[in-house]
């Protein structure tokens, strides 16, 4: 008879959300950076594989199609339904009519297999700060809400 | 910054050494020696790994990581608190009180014929914060002092239900989730129609919600607690009720439980479905006092929300999934004579209820017992 259990599955649902993203768009910036040759030769582990680009992309399409079926219909099963609380989810993410435009841009990218570039990822670094944000909400919650 | 950064990325896996030699330094219970301490350590090399890659790789000396790095820092952060606050916290008190209800949860899975190795029962908790499970931490909160008692006990079988969903991946409730759903989506499209769609249609979009994202967990939790203890379960809620929330507020729900008066309801549903027809009788009876002159506190859109052919609907899916996956229910243990732990916490509601000037030695000499039976010393 635990709120803490409910609250533990949301911190983890977003949690995952923010990694999975926070790691794909290091894994383009990384492969991004490590074609300097100033940087490679100082960083030599700075490198990644086409797999790990792959995936990253494929992740990326996954995550960035959850937030642009949440734009068209706000469902309940959605993950990101988690988030309508969060103050800045609602005015930077779903009003914010041109950040909404440069995600769908994105997605356009990633569905044809294009590379994003610097703004893409900046962009999608945004939508990272207001998951984390969200995460450290649903954390501070966990330590103060169990019973 | 990207000193700075790196200063806390230094702080943290220093932190994680410190904690991880404190642990390999311990003597520990052969309880959790093997499974819980090793999963516990294997944990903190997760994320410690995860510290040292990005040190090795050089992200951590690029500007345009910093933000990325601090976002990880945060993920990591809180995930060592996490394992620190429900692992490493259950491993330092882990005491007399953490091996006996080893014991006990050992035997109410043997007892119910429950596959799964038993969870780490720790008393980290307290009365405000109360009895709490997460499935991940491999653990269930009680609160300190605990066993001394027996009449709180029923509810960690629910806290065991919690357990038992996550292991199931919610398919003892699977087709419920559906019929509900479909329920609600109909509910709203006849609010819409017949023009009552401002008083009740928000309510409902939120009951839609909140069935699937808690509601039918609890709602499955508390048919754990009742299948397996039967009308234990349903006299602990009745107390939980009374003394946490009172008669005024059992129509009230959260986002993370239904309504206390719907969970009454299905608990006594599946008292009727294991054919507890006395103990049901007196359960329902004790409770229709209980709800006496509770009609004025009933919120005009409560009868949308819990409707009781959704209730039956869950408590007949459960109890076939539960028979099918031959988990023994109460009634099971007491055809059989076995002297369970479910048997254990129904007399000691019987006897508090009708001998309560005895209840204080009775209690005592039964924990006693069960130690013996543990090869553990009295109380």
Redesign the interface.
């Known amino acids: ?8 599955k949301k911190y ?1 649902s977003v ?1 995952n959300l ?2 999975d993203l ?2 794909s ?2 894994t383009l ?2 492969r991004r ?1 490590s074609t300097i040759k100033a ?1 490679n030769e ?2 030599p ?2 490198a990644v594989t086409e797999d790990e680009v792959a995936k990253a992309n494929s992740l990326l399409l996954a995550i960035l199609s959850l937030l642009d079926s949440f734009y068209k219909e706000q469902d ?2 959605n993950e990101l ?1 988690e988030l309508m609380d969060n103050a800045m989810f609602q005015n930077q993410i779903l009003k914010n009519v041109i950040f909404k435009s440069d995600i769908t841009n994105t997605l356009v990218k990633l569905k044809s297999n294009k590379d994003l570039t610097e703004k893409d990822l900046i962009n999608i ?1 945004k939508f ?2 207001i998951l ?1 944000n969200e ?2 909400v649903l ?1 501070r919650k ?2 103060t809400s ?2 | 910054m990207n000193n700075f950064i790196k200063a806390l990325y230094a702080d943290l896996l220093h932190r994680i050494d410190v904690v991880v030699s404190d642990i390999k330094s311990m003597e520990h219970h052969q309880d959790i020696k093997d499974r819980f301490i090793a999963d516990t350590l294997n944990q903190f090399a997760l994320i410690r790994n995860e510290l040292q890659s990005a040190l090795d790789t050089g992200v951590l000396e690029i500007d345009i990581f910093s933000g990325n790095n601090l976002f990880r820092f945060n993920r990591v952060h809180r995930e060592f608190k996490a394992i620190h606050s429900y692992r490493y916290l259950a491993i330092k008190n882990y005491k007399e009180p953490e091996i006996f209800f080893y014991q006990v949860i050992s035997q109410i899975y043997s007892e119910h014929r429950i596959s799964a190795l038993p969870p780490i029962v720790s008393t980290i908790s307290n009365h405000d914060y109360y009895y709490w499970a997460v499935p991940y931490f491999e653990i269930i909160a009680l609160p300190s002092g605990e066993e001394h008692s027996l009449l709180n006990l029923p509810d960690m079988y629910h806290e065991i239900g919690h357990l038992l969903h996550s292991m199931f991946g919610g398919k003892s409730c699977e087709v419920s989730a559906s019929v509900i759903d479909k329920h609600f989506a109909k509910e709203i499209v006849r609010v819409i129609d017949d023009g009552t769609a401002i008083h009740f249609q928000e309510t409902l979009e939120l009951a839609k919600y909140l069935w699937q994202a808690s509601w039918l967990e609890e709602f499955s939790c508390d048919l754990v607690g009742t299948y397996m203890t039967g009308a234990s379960y349903a006299w602990t809620n009745l107390k939980l009720l009374s003394t946490g929330h009172g008669s005024t507020k059992i129509f009230e729900y959260s986002q993370s439980h239904p309504a206390d008066e719907a969970r009454m309801r299905i608990i006594i549903l599946m008292l009727e479905k294991l054919g507890l027809t006395n103990d049901k009788t007196r359960v329902e009876t004790a409770w229709k006092v209980f709800l006496k002159d509770t009609e004025v506190f009933k919120p005009t859109d409560y009868a949308l929300l819990y409707p009781q052919k959704l209730l039956q609907h869950i408590v007949d899916e459960f109890f076939a999934f539960y028979q099918n996956a031959d988990l023994a229910s109460h009634p099971e243990l007491l055809h059989k004579g076995v002297n369970s732990i479910s048997c254990l916490l129904n007399n000691a509601w019987d006897t508090a209820q009708t001998n309560p000037g005895n209840y204080f030695n009775y209690e005592i000499d039964s924990i006693n017992q069960l130690r013996a039976a543990f090869g553990l010393a009295k109380i």
């Not at chain 1, 635990?2 to 609250?7: C, E, M, T």
Request: overall charge positive; hydrophobic content about 35%.
């Open positions: 008879m635990s709120d803490f259990s409910l609250l533990y983890n949690s923010t990694n926070n790691n768009v290091i910036k990384r950076v940087n100082k960083h582990k700075l309940t099963k339904y670094d990272i700060s984390d995460a450290a954390f966990l330590r169990r019973g």
